[in-house]
């Protein structure tokens, strides 16, 4: 497979908003000839492909990315949480999310890295398990030996197909339906591993709709009450679905996808302390600033102090 974005990160760029110093965003952007929407690589061919320490560096990504680890072990880390994988790991990084492979060496996966229009709108089960919101927790999927099989073999197929003299007209449905099937048979490893005390399906859709809602208007909207009207809930029953999925209340929920976004702006960016505050819709800084140290312990500079990177 040539040389292509998984390889070759390229820094974003600069705007007034948003200057990205480390990581560079991972954009998929193909060199060419290759025009897939889709790329799939064997973790051991990217680390021979990027020399030195480049895999242990942070990249936000632009687009979803899929990690499955097939042997070994090693630690992912995403928007500042360490998860140690081992084989039957399946991670889901969604784009905005930041992410570092680590310096382990001793371990081997799949990659496969996609827009998201690559997934069909009416695909419903790929685009509910690819469509959650990032969080505070690195979502994942344990896989059992025969699931881990199946999808090692799965990827293995599309991974021959993508390299294949087949038309484009013929190959890109092709990789989009091995792909959703993938996803399907994922999102069923995950369901038969779940207990049968979970929630109904109807307080799963909402807090589903919630954690949406959030992901696209958290930095505008702080209450519990504005997401419960556009749910057409009382905030006492979103808090309750809130709590019974996530184990915590809407208003926390609200808090930490905000602290999330502070730290990631704090960490990757020159941002200032008040643009930040901007961003995330505080009308004075000093208020970011206290709420930031009620929540995390520290003030925002003193954060971006103790994990700055360059």
Known sequence: MPRSSLARPVRAHRSTMSQVLDPPNLRFEPAAPYRLDIEICKISALRRRVRGHGLATAHRHTAHMLLCVTRGNCIQIVDFESTPCGAGTFLLLRPGQVHNLGRETGWDGWMLFFRSEFIRSDN???VELL???SSTKLPHVLLNANELRIASSTIARMHADAKSDLPRDTLDPLLRHQ??????RVRAAEALHTSYNDPSDKIRCRFNRFARLVELHFSTRHQVAEYARELVCSENTLSRTTREIAGTSAKAYIVARTILESKRLLVHTTMTITAISEQLGFDEATNFVKFFKREV???PAEFRRG???V
């Open 124 to 126: 419903d089960g790929a």
């Open 307 to 309: 994990h700055c990177l």
């Open 179 to 184: 792909l959703s099937t993938l996803l399907l």
């Open 131 to 133: 469509g959650m919101p």
């Open 297 to 299: 312990g520290c003030v």
